[in-house]
């Protein structure tokens, strides 16, 4: 069975701080992880990432993919309060067809106060 | 605003009540997703459309029916749920299930159901 295990499950921290966020994962047929932030409502894209070693960056986010170690971590620096959301992990894995399959993980909470 | 709209945002039911969960996606998207999301637990992939046809029953109770009459809209009827049903239940779309397509899922606002 597919598994994401995302780490820590919740993270308090103060605005102007730096945060790693961690997903880990066990897939059959790896294809691709992605990231989300979800603020009380629909989760919204952040990054894709398929190739190992090869930062996706945005802003003050950006995100790296271990395909070795089987892992990613998601970066924020320079926290600020509208940062603070529930930050998804999501792994797509299958061989095709109709045996894709998107597996999330529990997710991180993070809250960024002022 | 994601291309995917569901109505309603909110919702009570007692459990003898039949109601549907409505979704729309706006993207041109070929396939489509009903997720539930329950406090403190991983997303759960509940039903998989594709060009209209169910590809994936994630064994869901049978109290929860999908209905996917195109690739624009996909529903769920609701019937005799219980209290634990309650949750945040996700509409998703995306391009479509081709395996080398990097598949993007967009996820819809939700419709927090609340059953009594």
Redesign the interface.
Known sequence: EDK?VQSPLSLVVHEGDTVTLNCSYEVTNF??L?W?KQEK?????LF?L?SSGIEKKSGRLSSILDKKELFSILNITATQTGDSAVY?C?V?A?????N????????TLLTVNP | E?G?TQTPRHLVMGMTNKKSLKCEQHLGHNAMYWYKQSA????E?MF?Y?FKEQ??NNSVPSRFSPECPNSSHLFLHLHTLQPEDSALY?CASSQD????S?????????SWLTVV
């Open positions: 994401v294809r691709s992605l989300y409502k629909a989760p919204t894209f894709m398929t998804l999501a797509e299958g061989s095709g067809g109709s894709y399959k998107l597996t999330f993980g529990k997710g | 994601t995917v403190k637990k991983p997303l992939l998989v594709n590809t994936e996700l299930l081709r395996r080398y990097g598949n993007t899922i967009y996820f819809g606002e939700g």
